[in-house]
Nanobody, 122 residues
């Protein structure tokens, strides 16, 4: 059983930056991803990364502003968020994939954290 714990969320002004972390209880050899869910909206894909960090995918809405990375020795995945916008406000979830494939589909991820809130004020 893998447990994921997110941290680093908070309140930031538009144009600001935040760095989210996701610590896993054990080694994860599959893809890892970040998703987010705003009130009244469905959970949406943000970004994902392969085990060896050679492959990444980003939602169009965050390309050029967000960067995903991972440190397998620490079993931790990071999400660096820059140039934040009010529309980035959401609960951000970390997820561990069921396989090595870097996908955008929530169903491809078998373990989820509890989420960390990101609020961007205008």
């Amino acid at each position: 059983q893998v447990q994921l714990v997110e941290s680093g969320g908070g309140l930031v002004q538009a144009g600001g930056s935040l760095r989210l972390s996701c610590a896993a209880s054990g080694r994860i050899f599959n893809a890892m991803g970040w998703f987010r869910q705003a009130p009244g909206k469905e959970r949406e894909f943000v970004t994902a990364i392969s085990w060896n960090s050679k492959s990444t995918r980003y939602a169009d809405s965050v390309k050029g502003r967000f960067t995903i990375s991972r440190d397998n020795a620490k079993s931790t995945v990071y999400l660096e968020m820059n140039s934040l916008k009010p529309e980035d406000t959401a609960l951000y979830y970390c997820a561990a994939g069921r396989s090595a494939e870097v996908t955008t589909t929530p169903g491809s991820y078998g373990y989820w954290g509890q989420g960390t809130q990101v609020t961007v004020s205008s």
